[in-house]
């Protein structure tokens, strides 16, 4: 079965602190793939990062940071220096299996205050 | 590039009434998929097409959920009749290729249905 779980349903920062968000995942099967979304108040999921599981390399993209780690299963996304437009609800996904459905976190929803 | 089109944008209706969503993937996009996400959860699978054949619908209520895609191009998503749980957004998303799999989706701005 394959599974997604956010923990942190809600963060409340303050403008220029840094803000990881967790994903922990369950999977049986040794090839799958990892996603990043961002939920803004307007609805839409913007695709922020895809990973598949045989790299654990970690990226960074400007303010953006995602820690990969099989052994923990986890898939960690941090915001360095946090704006106010990084308010949000972020979504991290796995597509496992033989199709491409995504399973979905609940998502964590990011308040950052100016 | 445009991205995945979906109409209408709200949609109010009563109990036991029909409702239908559209939806126009990324051109060149040979997957499309229906996600229900309610209020506080994560988007859940409807139906995914692959061209216009349907390669999942095993969460899709189908004594009163349907869809089609007729040509392996735009998309419709009909529910008849609504009930109350069926208030949710609907979002369509798409992919590029045929396989599928591991590939990003590409999600419109979705429909919020609120049913009275």
């Known amino acids: 079965a394959q599974k997604v779980t956010q923990a942190q349903t809600e963060i409340s920062v303050v403008e220029k602190e840094d803000v990881t968000l967790d994903c922990v995942y369950e999977?049986?099967?040794?090839?799958?793939?990892l996603f990043w979304y961002k939920q803004p108040p307007s609805g839409e999921l913007v695709f922020l990062i895809r990973?598949?599981?045989?790299?654990?390399q970690n990226e960074i993209s400007g303010r953006y940071s995602w820690n990969f780690q099989k052994s923990t299963s986890s898939f960690n996304f941090t915001i360095t220096a946090s704006q106010v437009v990084d308010s949000a609800v972020y979504f991290c996904?796995?597509?496992?299996?033989?199709?491409?459905?995504?399973?979905f976190g609940t998502g964590t929803s990011l308040t950052v205050i100016p | 590039e445009a991205g995945v089109a979906q109409s209408p944008r709200y949609k109010i209706i009563e109990k036991r009434q029909s409702v239908a969503f559209w939806c126009n993937p990324i051109?060149?996009?040979?997957?499309l998929y229906w996600y229900q996400q309610i209020l506080g959860q994560g988007p859940k699978l409807l139906i995914q097409?692959?061209?216009?054949?349907?390669?999942?619908d095993s969460q899709l209520p189908k004594d009163r959920f349907s869809a089609e895609r007729l040509k392996g191009v735009d998309s419709t998503l009909k529910i008849q009749p609504a009930k109350l749980e069926d208030s949710a957004v609907y979002l369509c998303?798409?992919?590029?290729?045929?396989?599928?799999?591991?590939?990003?989706?590409?999600f419109g701005p979705g429909t919020r249905l609120l049913v009275l």
């Open positions: 998303a798409s992919s590029f290729g045929a396989r599928g799999f591991g590939e990003t989706q590409y």
């Open positions: 999977t049986r099967d040794t090839t799958y793939y």
């Open positions: 990973r598949n599981s045989f790299d654990e």
């Open positions: 996904a796995l597509s496992g299996g033989t199709g491409n459905q995504f399973y």
């Open positions: 051109s060149g996009h040979a997957t």
């Open positions: 097409f692959q061209n216009n054949g349907v390669v999942d």
